[in-house]
């Protein structure tokens, strides 16, 4: 490892010498002095040298004269202490500077760049802090949700996402040849994850990609997506999934308002909010009624809620219940997967729901139908073959427990908790119907 100290540390370091290293964001190449601002993955600095005087050799000179923004370099130097230096109260007064990866002259974007140009260049466009600031966030969020996890007892799965027959619907299926017949990437884990229930683990979780053939150019999708999924045994009613949900929700939010709320407020202008439980919970034709007193009646020819009707019922629960979260429950059979329970004494609606994040959905949860004679009546009914099935319904048939899960999105959560417009920003490499590349 090279022996550099982060920028983070320079304000607390001693005054002398010092070596940092990072890539070059500005340069100043004056008459009589020369400055560069340095920056690694921490933040920047500022890095200082005065002229020789005119005649006598300068190559530390002559290589900042050089440099092109991007350029990556170590530089060795006496650091001070300053407090009229704007950038951290400290700079480097520079006596070696290498170069160690030299950029072209002409960066490809600017700031300016409109969002597909920059994902054209997604490892220049991260050299951003705000954008990188993003993925920081999605670090400590999911540490936060995998710790609630361990703390009850969960297991970390890592399912396929190579499948011999769909996973949720015949529907947005990616196949793809598999030497003498055919395969699907898995939309979902979730018979993988539903699996591990009559294994006995109790619960399972994991943060992992899943796969829809969605031809949508819409802000909130993808081809390929990083989904959080969570199943675990014993449960009475999809309450408890929500209860749980809310429980990570709220301590994915506290850790990333603890460690990143002052740099989300600078970087965003964002207040973060943690949320109050209990999280309100309206059943969907109740929201449907409220929504239509708000003047918007939805157009939708099938049950479900649409985008508009979503926004509606969080500016619903956060002007009359004070929150930016909402469940929406009991959700119509005639939209729901075959693998969810239903009502007892209501077989048209579900014991299921999708949650709601200032004004989007991130996510749909349920109590699952573990009683194998009514999943392949429910199988059926949605024209699926329990012939097709049957290795999933054979999880059914050696005994298995009450149980249920859900199925989140992480782009869209750090879309919303961070006022973004789409998910593109928040996803490391996007894919979608017309990008495959870098």
């Not at 003047?295 to 619903?316: F, K, L, N, S």
């Amino acid at each position: 490892m090279i022996d550099r100290t982060l920028v983070s540390r320079l304000a607390a370091a001693v005054a002398g010498p010092i070596t940092v290293a990072g890539w070059v964001e500005t340069v100043r190449d004056q008459k009589k002095v020369q400055f560069v601002v340095l920056r690694d993955e921490t933040g920047a600095v500022q890095l200082v040298h005065p002229r020789a005087a005119e005649g006598e050799a300068d190559p530390i000179a002559e290589t900042i004269s050089a440099l092109s923004v991007g350029t990556f370099v170590v530089a060795t130097g006496e650091l001070k202490h300053d407090e009229r230096v704007k950038l951290g109260g400290v700079e480097v007064k520079l006596d070696g500077l290498e170069v160690t990866g030299a950029a072209f002259p002409e960066p490809p974007i600017a700031e300016d760049s409109s969002i597909d140009k920059r994902l054209d260049w997604r490892f220049i466009d991260l050299r951003n802090p705000k954008n990188a600031l993003i993925f920081r966030i999605q670090t400590t969020l999911e540490h936060a949700w995998r710790q609630v996890w361990i703390d009850r007892g969960f297991i970390e799965l890592h399912t396929p996402k190579l499948m011999a027959s769909a996973s949720e619907s015949k529907a947005e299926l990616f196949r793809l040849e598999y030497f003498e017949t055919e395969a699907f990437l898995a939309q979902s884990p979730q018979f993988f994850k539903q699996m591990a229930q009559p294994a006995g683990f109790g619960g399972i979780f994991e943060i992992g990609p899943a796969f829809r053939a969605d031809p949508s150019f819409t802000s909130r999708h993808a081809t390929e997506f990083t989904s959080v999924d969570c199943e675990f045994s014993w449960i009475d009613s999809h309450e408890d999934v929500m209860d749980l949900h809310e429980e990570l929700m709220v301590a994915g939010l506290t850790a990333v308002k603890e460690r990143h709320g002052e740099a989300i407020a600078l970087a965003f202008g964002i207040d973060l909010q943690v949320p109050q439980r209990p999280f309100p919970r309206i059943p969907l034709a109740e929201a449907k009624q409220i929504v239509a007193e708000r003047g918007y009646t939805v157009p939708r020819t099938d049950a479900d809620m649409d985008p508009e009707g979503e926004r509606q019922i969080a500016a619903y629960a956060r002007e009359v219940l004070g929150h930016d979260f909402v469940f929406l429950t009991d959700y119509d059979v005639s939209i729901r997967p075959f693998y969810h329970m239903r009502h007892e004494g209501d077989a048209g609606t579900t014991k299921s729901y999708d949650l709601i994040y200032n004004g989007v959905e991130i996510s749909t949860g349920a109590q699952r139908e573990h009683r194998v004679d009514v999943l392949e009546i429910q199988a059926r009914e949605k024209g699926l073959e329990p012939e097709e099935l049957s290795f999933y319904l054979d999880f059914f048939r050696h005994g298995v427990p009450p149980h249920g899960g859900f199925g989140m999105g992480l782009a869209r959560v750090l879309m919303l908790m961070l006022g973004l417009g789409s998910i593109r920003e928040t996803t490391y490499l996007f894919r979608g119907p017309t990008r495959l590349l870098p």
